[in-house]
């Protein structure tokens, strides 16, 4: 298993390439044009889509895994699926109204990308595990009542064991 790290800015995107050539991503930086941000948010997204082209050398993303609706981590979302193949999308299901959640959703719809949720009663990971690969969502039993006021407690973790 090799593991990737990203600085896209003020978080980081994690390009997981499995034992058997699949590859997760989980998370993808800020959109490259929110107000406010400039050229640094287009820079780290050009970063990005940079990097995952010379690291995924033309193999698609298998899985998008999106922690949390912060900009920082799920902006950048709407550029990955343009630019790669994806074949799951995943986010914790809440602020489903907020833009950039609303943007990172209808770019999967429009490329015939499945979105699923993981949450509390709703942990499937949409990835098979295979050999001795096992993801397994990580998600509290129920959301924080602080979920209200900081999307970060509400994130939703990926366990990859080998």
Wanted: aromatic share 4%.
């Amino acid at each position: 298993m090799t593991v990737r790290f990203y600085d896209v800015g003020q978080a980081l995107a994690v390009l997981v390439e499995l034992p058997d050539g699949r590859h997760v991503l989980v998370d993808t930086g800020d959109e490259p044009h929110r107000p406010g941000c400039g050229d640094a948010c287009a820079g780290s997204n050009a970063h990005l889509l940079s990097a995952l082209r010379a690291d995924l050398h033309g193999a698609p993303i298998d899985l998008l895994w999106l922690t949390h609706p912060h900009s920082d981590h799920i902006g950048g979302a709407p550029s990955v699926l343009e630019a790669f193949r994806v074949g799951q999308y995943v986010d914790d299901g809440r602020a489903p109204g907020k833009g950039e959640v609303r943007r990172a959703r209808r770019a999967a719809e429009e490329h015939g990308v499945p979105v699923h949720v993981v949450q509390p009663g709703e942990t499937a990971v949409p990835l098979a595990s295979s050999g001795d690969v096992r993801l397994t969502a990580v998600v509290p039993p129920a959301w924080p009542g602080s979920c209200a006021r900081d999307p970060n407690e509400c994130s939703i973790g990926l366990r990859i064991d080998d």
